[in-house]
Each structure stands twice: as structure tokens, then as C-alpha cells.
């Protein structure tokens, strides 16, 4: 069966035009115009866009802090109905438990029956052993293509020191694995946590204060350097401020493989949102800490040039009432994360396409096409292309609305962008071929989402 | 009438897969698989790649050198037969004319009914009264969306001063023209010229002796900084030097809308030619000189990252004997420029592509793509995509040859890259949907070529 | 006749003690404590300061702008009562005559009999014939070793290209003399004032739009590349923003013999001073013009790390009712220039030492020893030590006052400070040994100043 | 008694002239010329040059070393025969004891009755716990107003982690102790020092390899972070690359109080040094490792332009035969360091001074005057000024020898410089007026040496 997307303005990373896509089963067979002759159905686009359906490569939908878990992918409609089509999960390894193992335990256990979007996977490092090192080298046969170390959370047993950052740079050269890394330094942030707390600064503001941007920039600039002694490829996620950028633009103008990406949130919010009265703030306590309007700027900017050259989500599903608050003696018991994979589209189209800071096809490159390249991914995913996955957002640019917390599907008692316009809404999203959602609502299934191996050697 | 590219490997500027291109009169109307049925006639290009016609966006078919011309529009299928569908020619202003009307005077003098390829105009400042620069307004509307100034080459009509680049930007800015510049210090090369011709040092070597990379580094910096009050975008025309790039890509990073190529011969050449012996060097004076091999490897970082976003020839036909012998005693009158527009597609793919040093989505990208972008030639040119004109290379990977003036086009006395060697052929061109090249055979007639208008606001 | 100056506090660049200078005739001949048995006379500066007397490498007493001359040498007791021993003065060549005979015509007419400071001279070139370049060869055997161009001031005959300063550079390197350049880019500025004037902006305000921060940074880094190619030092007068220091500093970073200065004005006034209403802004006509109070900072910091060797005042003693009043309907006929000499020591004493943004060392060293060094000086200026002249000012750091136009010598009628507080004051002044400031009265003579030959490779 | 060093060309930090120095007591008391009158004795140092007696800020006289320990204070003739009067000596703290405590016990037992040189001390911090850091704050008192970390030596005890870095910095910062910081990443170095060995790569070159460029790099840049968190200064010994040079002055252009030192051998010597045979290269093992030559240059700038302002030599008196050798199949057991402190005068004025490298102003600068300022011991040491400790050296610029073991009086077998030349010769030096080197032999005793304090806030 062909169906045929006909007369939508179709948006790529590199062009614009009025035209009809052709989908065979779970693919994109054609891209043109006059195709109606050899479609058996036809989908009419006329005035609306037709993008790629979104890759959000940063996401947790397994995180337990201090023993609170986010929602799970039973919520992951939230992403599809936002326009994301696949999501990429970091699963912490389990001690003494492999790496693969632990992941696609949890794969059988609740995500493969669950999951509404297309998913992969980093492995978290948690159990710095040498078994855990060279089982890096197995994972891309396993479509792992990615770990992700902590230097942040002193104590925690994702936290990993030098040691296993430079072991897992090492085998991951090898393997062609990526290394993405949360930047912070660990030892700087407990000693000004233990500081604000003996200073009685226990509301969710001293979370930003507990971890300056210069704890960013020194973690970022030691695994920099951890990198170009390996010789690794190294990925820098969730970068908050303009110096840590600025780090990771000299580091790629040296001729080092050095990447980053920034979140929704790093663009749109900042400190002062933290200050928000009757533990308000406790809803943006997320790490790296929210900065200031001058970085977003910055932030903005580096996206525009590819400095950076993914917007991601780190979409972490904790309840305000029943989780949040158990910090409210203490921000350093606030879970931290905050939600956003069902906004991702529409903040981005709004306040970055529509005011100018983006171009269409810029925001297409960051919402879906290098996201999927990072990832191993773009063999199917992140392109409105001939042979792709039709995993395709058909976006109505008319009229406007107000993020609410109500309408979302997140599973999630608020919403990060409560309040927040959105001009435009997504009409309709094929996942693989299959009509998801239709006129905005979700229409999908638990278990239409698939797993997708990443491919190695992605960014080197 | 329809035909149908069949089963080649279709390269973009981001991807790459296996497909067909579907042609309709002088568009693509579909790109994708199964198309058969829709079509008339089938062109296999298994095998082969499928890649869009390139743009070189800097050429020079009418350039004059004390009083000594370059070969003009007739060798045009030059380009075509190399891969090169589309040239941007600098037409310089004759004295107390305007620029449009000496472009299009000489668009039918000598242009219209000779042209091979598709052609577009940037106009040269050479008369900077104030009705030039007011003109600068009107060009658009005829279709010229890009101004030229030289900062070098004193005394001669089309050196431009400080206060002409100002007023050029200044214009420029407003009606959306981009303004390119030649860089190079002219006070500087003067005396250094005439330093060395005193010494008896009038070797073609000296060139490079007269014209350091400083005098290039200089006037970059200061049609920068021009620039930036204006509040202009700029475009550096064959950037030569590390150091050079780097004022550029400083520039980039302070958010100035800066932005320059490179040519093929700075990325393969060096000072070394220009010592060959018995006037060989002679060859190689072009401007500014050839760098060394430093600089070489510097530049291929720069377009492979997007420091700098084309590579052009700055193609400029003059015969040795003929032409450069005139400064045989005096390198200062050895016509300045070489031939290339031939070899652009094959040297890139041998050194660029298959050396590794450039993907083949980025090749692509700086070969026809961002070229037709600068240039507010996309809506039409560069890319493979429903829309585009069928302006469409087949290019077979197999196989090597040695680059000759024998199997040369160009109508020049010696090519630039003779004995150099190149891994494939153009095994076939379409312009605008016409078969112009068949089994490596120019096939197309003069008068082919069109002139394609230039949008403004290329690079706002 | 041996004089000690007993008990004062002795400052140097380096060191601060509590001690006795020992003079005999214009010499310091030593430096210590219990050397009053070798001492004819004692003069007691207990609870004083005893400091090197200032050298202002950067005054104009002979310039002259649209035909109106600023105050003469005969107000030179003004730069003594001020604490300044020592001043160099810019002498514009007259066209067709020598730079050193237009400079020791002058010196006999009006300088050597009328001067109370000591002073040297810098040649500036204005008649750029080869003869001039020659000419700079001599001028160190007449103890001239610094020539100065203008690069801003189009049309003026001060004004020189780019030919001129390499040709400059050029001969300077060979024989020893320092290039100083005034940097700010004339085309720009020239068309800059043109547009404000057919605007109607004829205010003194538009001064400063006329020549924004941009033209001074062109010139600045036009003029390193110059320096570069030649091989040179050059030194940029009047440095008045942290872009362009930024930019002197690069260079120096790079290894390049490039160095700068700030005035007290740039560090003291901005742009908001221009804008004063009444035509009170013409008294800050200035070139380069007045920038901002970030600007100010960072002059500050550049001063405190040597990032810029000294403070000058370039000092111009234009009156404001007879003179600054030409250009009442048109700022461009404004003569440039403010007076300060006086001013020097009293506002860095009380808004650098005082406030901790210099120490005392740090402040004698750019008040009197690296200015003295600079000009080739420093076998006799600049410092109290062994040897030297004995130029000393004995400062009474007791008390404070308000600087007022009535207490001035400079014979101008308007002090650009007028108003700031100044903390202690000049007590005693000694010019080669004699007492020229007494309780804080000028009780020097005309002619007592006398012209000391610089040094040539002083910044090599 | 006073004694008058006559006719000697006396060098400081800023000048140079022929003169006298009047030595009473310990004291200088004046300096001058015709100071015969009030001198009880004369020396005549004409044709000689007088300068201050050296200040060595970085040495060890207790280092141990996997249970081996350095030559002590009884060899701290050497340092006064080769120019150095005052030397600063890091004291290891023992676990479970007081820093002051460690230092002035050992000081009793066996450094007061012993050292020839003055001397002041370093704290080492070794035993992190709370006391540690609030003993900082009563270390001024005692005299000791700086900390030593080591980021390097994982599992040694005076390994420093972040957490111990930034609890130092926060002391010293309140004390205004200066922590001084050995960057070397030890997690990494510990890795490559595994591998090293595991792969039969033990030879002394491998200690190189183990410990490269990017590990010191990155320490640096940490440390940097912590400080500028914490606001603190922080002063970076034995920088040995280019990277870390310019990190180093890319902060202070930031405008953070950040220094930097380096060391003789890293001027002088480099990798090959390592690579010599018959267990040579263990000669050269030190920490951080010798680099190359163009790091030689690049800090051989930097010294001369202040980027790093003293020239220290990490003296470590290891025996090659007896202690060295403890390595001979394992680099990782050979102690580190080298001996030097009796070379620092004669290699710095024979390729520093005499190549042009350094003025003589500079070169007393970074031998006597900064290190004393760096160190709180400006009061009394580090110039040739009024009320100075009277140390002097009176060095003999006439005839050359070659440096020898034979001849050093440092108690090791072995010489760093072995075979150097060395122009001119220690001809007297004065420790606090009492002559201890006369006709270049030593005739000081054990005692001559005092404890010197440092005085806090050096560096803010
Ligand atoms: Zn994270
Ligand atoms: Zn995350
Ligand atoms: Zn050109
Ligand atoms: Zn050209
Ligand atoms: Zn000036
Ligand atoms: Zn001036
Ligand atoms: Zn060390
Ligand atoms: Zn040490």
C-alpha cells in the first residue's frame, strides 16, 4: 500500500519545497511532485509542513534518584504527540551486571511492550570495573553505540572519576563508540551543597548556586583534554553556558572531534525561575543548573552555527507533589530532571523559527537530522529521504495555543513550559508509516515503538 | 517527456542512497525508487554517482590584464564537461558606464550566444562615483545579487579604497547585496613589487615574494571591520592562508556574518610551483600567491568544518606562451590567474573524497550546494531535489586517468593540474534536462547556457 | 653643593623605602640612609613622597589644526607644577623642509628659550617624499629617535596611507627610531563626518559617532600587519578601548614588538562628556574620541598588567571660547585635543594609587620609567637612581582639592577635569637639581627646561 | 662597620649603573657613588657586575621518595657558591601532625643548625582533613604564607584530590596564604605508567611517555577553575609547555590572579635528555617530564615577557648510582628530580643574558626580585636597594668554564648541566654583609643560614 502526503511544504536540513511524499509500508520510497499516478492513498498537506518526525537523543525515562523513578515509556506518546518519532534512553548499568544486560532486561521487562515512539539506547557506566570497560567493545554489535558517564553526583554510583572516563574513552575508540558526558565537577558541588545546607540555604534557588557554570567549564574542559589524549571522539551534553561553548568551539577549531548539544530548557529559562516562590523553583531543578538570559543568547547563537549541533530534551518525568517535594527541606534531595520531550517542537518552532533565530531548515538539522547522525541512527531515522523510515510530522502552522499541563500526556503532575504560547500545532505524525496521531491527538498504540540499533563509528 | 536516472548512488549535501531522479523538461519532478512507471526513458546510472551539476561560483571569462584577455565564454563546456553546470563570471564596470549595462551589453555581445554553461554575473565596482554606488540598489532587480571589490592592484581601474568598499557595503546592505573582496594590501605589493624588480629579482617566484600572506591577512581584517560597521555581510574571495581563515572564522564567532572560500589550486599547490624552472613557474602567478603546504592542510580542515563554504577555481585563461610570456622579464606583467574550472570535480574527488579528507555529502556541499546559496542561486540550483533544475552529473568512480591539456577544453596553452592524477570520469551531464555530456563527450551546443538571475538577501 | 632630601618615602618602579636621595649638581648620586655627613644642604620630606619627576612621552605644544595653534611652551611650567619633568613634543614637518630642521628651527625660535620643562622630540611625518624616509636614518645622530604618522585626518597633510607608514616602518627598523601611530581609519571617519553633517548633526556628540570604536581598531591592527611584514616595533599612541588593547595584546602575545599607550583622559572621561549641553561637549573633542565606562576598566586593568606601558595626556591647549568655538555649527572645525598635563600626576595619584587600581610602583612606572625607556630617555629620566637627573617631585599625599581652571597654568582657559577632587599635592619639584617647585608655586624660569636627545632602538 | 662594593656595575630589576653599595650590619645602606667617605672598608668590583642574591622559590631538601630521601641543608652551600642566598624549601606535613608543627621541627633538627643559604618553607599539604585546612590560617603567623598541593602522585600522601584543592584555596584565600599547585592529572598518569610497564616499556624515556603535555594542561586548567571559584590566587610551579604557559596567560588576560613559574632544565634540556642510554636518562626524570624544543622557546618568551615570572630550579638532590638506580627496571621506582640549584646563576646569564634571551634586568627579575615578591619575602630579599638584606653577588663576567660534578658542592653524582658551558664566575657573595664566597670558593659555615618569614597577601 502507498499513501501519498501530497502538496505539503516539505522541510529538510538543507531545502524547501512544495511537494508530495510517496510512503511504502515503513518507508519513504519517493519525494516529488506528480506522484499521485502511482499512490494508492492519498493524504492532503496543502498549507501545512511536512518535517521529519523528531529524534530526541537525550532522554530518561528509567532515572531513579535517591529512590524516586521518572515516568516511563507507558508516557512515551507524550514525545510522539509532540512530533519526536524516536527517543534515545540512557539506562544505568546495574552493578555487577553488564552493560547490554542490564539494558535490554529492561527493554523485555517495560519498554518493548510499552514504548509509542521508536527508541535506542546509551549504557550508563556505573560499575567502573575492567569487565564493564571491554564490554564497550560488544556493544555496537548489540546496536549500543553509545555510553554516557557521570563526572557530576559525588557518591552516586553513576559518578565515575578520571580513571573511568579515560578507560572508557580508550575502549570506546576502539569499538567506535560514543562517549557523551555530563559535565560537572563532583567534588566542588558537594562541598558547596554541604555549604548552603550548613547555611540553612535549603530552598531550590541554592541548587544553582551549589553548581556554578565554572564547575561546568572545568568538567568539560578536563574531559576535553581527557579526549585528545585518547584520541577519542567525546560528545558534551546539556550545555547550559556561553563558556562552556566556547570550550567545546576551540576544542573543534584544534581539530579535536568535540561535540555538544543544549537543551529546550538552556534556551528558554534561567535562574530566576528557580527563585519561583512556594517551591515553585523545585520544578526547574535540573543539572546543570539553569543560567542566564545572556547565555540563552549565546546558546541561540551556537545552535544558529552549529557550534552546538543538537537541541535535546534530558525529558526526566518526576512529579512535583509526591517527588520533588521531598526536597523541600533540602534542595539537595530534589529529584532532579524536569519534562519537556512533548514541547521540543513547538518551543523550538515558536520562539526559534518563528522569531528568526532559526531557519526552518536549521531547526529541522537540530530537531532530526544530526540528533539521528550523533546517534548512529540516520541510516533510517531524521530525514524526509528516500529510503528513511517514514517517520514524518505533518505541522499546521496556523493558529496558536498555551502549553498546559493538562493537555499533556507526560504522565507528569506540570509542565516545564506551563503557560508558554505555541504557535502552530502538529496535525499529524506517520510513525513508520503507521498515522499516529491525527488532528493533534494521539492515536497510536503501546508497542508500536521499536528498538533501532546505532550504528558505531558515527562521529569519528 | 519524462526520463528516469536509474540506480545510481545519489549524493547530497546530507545523504545518500540509491534511488532515481525523475526528470521532467528542464526539472526534477521526483527523486526516489519504483518511478518507472512514471516515466519515459530510463538513463541506468548503476554504478555510477548521481550528483548535482556543481556551481563555481567565481570564474573569470572576461578579466583582462594589461591589456591582455582570457579566453572567453566559447570555452565554457570546459566546465560542463567537468561537472560544473553553473559559473558566476566578475564582469568589471567600464569607465562611466553602469555595471548592468556593461554586463548585459556584454551578456549579448559575447555571453548569451556562447555560453555553454548556465551562467550568472557579479558586478565589479571600477568607476566608484556615487551613481555607482546607487546602482548598487537597481542590481537585484536585474537579476545580479552580489558586488565585487578589489583592494589590491593599485593604480589599476578596478582597485577599490577604503571609502569605496564603505560605500559599496553601505549600499550593499540595504538592497541585499552581497559585496565580495579580493583581499590584499595594494599600497604594500606596489612597493614590494618595485622593490624587487629593482634588486633584479623578476623571477615569476618573486610574485609570491611581493604579495605575503600578511598583505592578505591585513585587508581581511579591514574589510572586516568595515564590514562590521555597517552592519554588512562580506564574502573573502579565495582565502589562501591559515591565518587568514582564522580571521574569518573569528569573525564568525563574534556573530559577524562573515564568510569566504577557497580555491582548488590553494588546497593543492604551493610557492614550490612557482619556482619551476624556465618560466614554469609563470603558470602559477595568480592572486593572491600560492601559500605552502602548511597552509594547505589548514584549508582542508576549514572546508571540511565550514570555516570556509565553497571551493571555487577562479578559473582565468591565459596562455603561457602567449600571454604570461609578457612578463618574462618582469614577473609584474605575467597575467595574473590560471585555468581549473575543467578539474574542479576531479581533483576534489580524488584528493578531497577518496584522501578522506572530505565527505562525500560535504564535497557535494562545497561543490554545488552552499556555492548556489552565496550566490541566491538555490531556488533553482545545486542540489538534487524536487524542484531544482535537472542540472545533473553522472559520475563514473571507476577507473583513473591523467589530468593533460591534451583532453582539455579550456582552450589554454597548459593546464594547472597537468599529470595530476583523477579516480573516475564524468560519464554524463544533464543541463537543465539536456544530455550536454554522454560517455565523457561534450555534446551541448553554444547558446546552451542561460543566464540565471541571482536572488538578493543570500547571506542576511 | 650636595643636597639630601631626607626621610621621604622613595618610589620606584620596584621599591618603596624610607631614605635619603643625595644630589650633587643635576645628578642623583646616591640613594640610602645616614648620608648626612656627606651633605652640604638637608631638605626634610618626612612623612612625604619622594617620586621620579613625570615624563609625558605625548604633549602638543606646536599643533596646529585648521589654522588654529594650541598653547606654546611658554605654558610649560603648567607640566612642572604638575610633576612632570620631562615632555615630548609631536612636531609636524613643514612640506619641503626636513623633519629635523623643521624641528631645531622651531626648538631655536620657541622652545629652547621659553621651555621650563625638560624635553625631546618626535619627528611627524607630513611630506612623504623618499627624501623624508632617508631622512629618518638621521635623525637619531640629532637625538631624535622617534618619528610619528597619522593615520587618520584625511585630506590633512599629517595625514599619511599605507605606503607611507611601511616606508616609514621601513627606514625606522634600520636606524633604530620607534614608529608611533595615531590609529583610526580617515576614509571612514570622512564619509562618517560628511553624514552627520548632511544630517544636521552638527553637535560635538557626533564627534564620537563620527569615529567609532571600529575605525581606531582597523587602523590599529592595519598598522600591526605593517609593522609585522617590516619587522618593526611600533608603538599606538592614545589607546582608548579594550578591543583595541586587546589587539596590541594579541600581538605581543604572538611575539610582536608592539606596544601602546593609554592617556589619563581615556581612563577618566566618555562619551557621556561629549554630550555635554551648551557646546561644554567641544571641550572633549578629542581623537580618538571619548568611549565608555566599560572601556574605562579595562584601560585600567591593561595599565595595571602592562599590557599598555604608559600614561600620557596628549595634552593640546586649545581655548574653548576663541578656539573650540570655530566649530560651533559644525564639530568637524572643532580644533582636537584637551589639555591634562597638569592634571597627570594628581588624578592617577587620587583615582588609581588611591583606589587600588595601581600600586605606587606600578603607577611611578607608567608616570615617568617606562615612558623615559620608550623614548630612549632612561640614561637620565624616569627613575630615582644613581646617576640619573636629578628630577625629583616631593608629593604631600596630606589633604586634598578641587582642580580648578583658576589655580591652572596652562594657559587655557578651560581645564578638562575641571571639579574632580585631587588627593595630596606636588610640594617640591627638582629639575636637574634645582628647586623649580616651592610650597607648591612654579618659582622656575623660561629656558630652564632643556632638550634631551633620545636613544635610538629603545623598543628593540 | 660599614663596607663600601665599589665601582661594581650594579644591575637591578629596572636599571644599571657603575656604582657603589654601602653595606652596615646585615643592611644595605645606601647605594651611590663617591660613598667613600662614610665607608670603614672597600671592595672593588670594578669591571665586575653586583647583583642581588638569588632567590630560588622551588626546591627540596626533605623530598622523599618511595623511602628514599634528597641531600638537606647540609649541602645548601651550593646554592650560596652558585648566586643563591635565599632558598624556600616544601615541607611534606606528616600524617596526624600539624604542618608548622612538621616544618619547624624539622627546622630544629636539622635544617637551623645546617643551612648556609637563608631559607623560608612551603607547606605541604598532606593530610586532608579539617585541621589541615584551618591550620592555613595560623600558618602567616609562623611565617609561612605558602601551601604546596600536588594534583599528581595518585596514592602517595601528598596526592590532592579536587575536594582538598578547593578547601586550600578557600583557607588561603581568607589567610592570604598563596597555594602553589603541581598540576599533573594523576589518574591518568597512573593509567599510562600501568600500561607502560605492562607492555615492558620501563626504561627512564617512558617516564615521558607516561606523563605527557595534555596531563599537565589539564591540571592547570582545573586548578585554574577551582581558584577562580573560589577567588583566590594560585601560582602554578614548574610549568613546562607552551599549552600550559598560555593557559596560564590566558587567565590573567581573563583578569584572574593566576601565576606561573618555571625551571631551569625545562629552559635548557628536553625529551632526548631522557632517551639517553646506559640508564642515563634516569638523570632526567622529574615530574612534570622535559618536553621539547620549541616548548624550550616558547618559555624562554615567556619569561622574558612576563607571562611566567621566576626561574626556580626544583633542586632535588637524588644520587644516580644509589638512589636512581632503585628504577633500573622500572621507571615508575626511579626517584624524581634533579639537582640544579648551584647552576640557576651561571646557565641563565650564559644563554640567557648572553644569547640576548634576557636582558640583565630581566634576568635579576626572575632570579631574585619576582621570586621574592612571589614569596612574601620582598621586605628584605631579591634587590639591590636601600635597607635590603646586604645579598649580593659579585659576578665576574671574564672567562668560561664547563660545569662539572667534580666541582659542585650540591652532595649528588651527578650533575643536570654536566659538560655545559658557563660564562664568567661567582667571584664573592655577601649573606646578610658577611662574606661566605670568596675568590668563588665557599668560606661560609653551617648556621649561616637563617629562617626568613614570608609575609602573607604576596599575591593579591
Ligand atoms: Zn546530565
Ligand atoms: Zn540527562
Ligand atoms: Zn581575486
Ligand atoms: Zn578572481
Ligand atoms: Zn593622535
Ligand atoms: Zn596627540
Ligand atoms: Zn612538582
Ligand atoms: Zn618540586
New interface residues.
Partial sequence: MRTLIKNGT?I????E???DV?I?GEK????????D??ADEIVDAKGKYVLPGGVDQHVHYSFEFKGERVRGFETSNAAVAGGTTTVVEFVNQEQGKGMADTIFDMDKKEVSNQAMADYSYHAVVCDPVDATFEEINDLPSKGISTVKLFMAYKGMPFHS???AL??ALKSAKEAGVTVMVHCE????I??LQKKMISEGKTDPYYHAVSR?E??E??AT??VI??A??VGAPVYIVHVTAESVMESI?SA??E?LPVYGETCVQYLMLDEDDLAKPNFEGAKYVMSPALRTKSDQEALW?AVD???LNAISTDHCGFDWKSQKHMGVNDFTNIPNGAPGVENRLGILWTYGVNTGKLSKQRFVDLFA?TPAKNMGL?HCKG?I???MDADIVIYDPNGSSVISNENSLHGVDYSTFEGYKQDGKVAKVFLRGKLVVDEGAFIGEKGDGKFIPGKPFALC
Same sequence: chains 1, 2, 3, 4.
Fill in positions: 516539505i529538510t536540513a538543507i531545502d519545497f512544495v511537494g510517496l511504502e519513504i520510497v519517493a519525494v516529488g511532485t506528480k506522484l499516478a502511482i572519576d578520571d580513571e579515560y578507560k565537577n563532583a567534588d566542588v558537594d562541598l556554578p565554572r564547575v567549564l572545568e574542559q578536563r583534554n581527557l585528545a589524549m568551539r573543534k577549531n581539530g547563537q552555527n552549529g557550534w537530522t540516520d530525514h529521504g528516500v529510503g
